[in-house]
């Protein structure tokens, strides 16, 4: 039970990593192009990192889902970059090279079974698709 714990735990802090580096990182690139961005717009991602390890530490089921969909998005997004980025500009974002591993590390975090477990604490099984009594 302690390990479980640990794990998402883990995969919470690993978020909250990633949504100060993702931070750092826009206003970097930010500050590469001139300046200017609007800076609401910039915190809108640390501010649902930030709701989604709330959840994630509550054991939320939704937090689960929203993590676990908004970082395949943000990682295909980033992967997306640096392969535009490989193959038109020779522009080196050293911060992206950090953000991908650690997506996939909290992917691989939330996807454990031990992990999603933890969330469901009913008794980890699957449920059935039909449970309705036979006629």
Known sequence: ???????LKLAAGLLALYG??????????DGENGGGANYLLLSIRPIWIGVMCWGL??????????????NALW??????RVGLYARIVAVHEPLLFVLIPL???????LGLPETRAELHPSDGKALAVDESPPR
Do not use: N, P, Y
């Open 103 to 109: 997506q996939v590390g909290i992917l691989f975090l």
């Open 57 to 70: 530490l509550k054991k939320a089921r939704w937090a689960w889902w929203v993590s676990v969909v908004l």
């Open 20 to 29: 100060v580096l993702a931070l750092v990182h826009d206003a970097l690139v």
């Open 1 to 7: 039970m302690e390990d479980r714990s640990k794990k």
């Open 75 to 80: 990682l295909v997004a980033g992967l997306f």
